[in-house]
């Protein structure tokens, strides 16, 4: 059983449980590739607003570094309305840059 799975198993039905990966610069400053976050139930719904704000209390070297951050649930670009079920996978994307 890896850790995400050690982690998922201790569910606690209050909260939604995200499985959730950073890519380039986010995964450098999270300091991990994947990690599973709870984000505790609300009445009206849990969105990717309250994933967004969350991640930027638990890591505020993003808004430091003025990191614009993307996020994708399941695959799909979300919005910050977008609303969160228990499970989703979520991706934190940083700006694309090419030349």
């Known amino acids: 059983m890896n850790d995400i799975e050690e982690e998922m ?3 606690y039905p209050q909260f939604i449980t995200l499985k959730v990966k950073s890519f380039a610069i986010l995964r450098e400053i999270i300091g991990k590739e994947q990690m599973t976050l709870q984000l505790p139930i609300k009445d009206e719904a849990t969105t990717v607003a309250d994933l967004r704000i969350r ?6 070297a993003i808004s ?3 990191i614009v951050m993307a996020i994708a649930v399941n695959a799909k670009m979300a919005n910050d309305k ?3 079920n228990d499970f989703d996978e979520i991706a934190l994307l940083p700006p694309i840059s090419g030349g």
């Open 55 to 60: 991640i930027l209390e638990l890591y505020p």
């Open 9 to 11: 198993k201790h569910h």
């Open 82 to 84: 977008s609303i969160l």
């Open 64 to 66: 430091a570094q003025r």
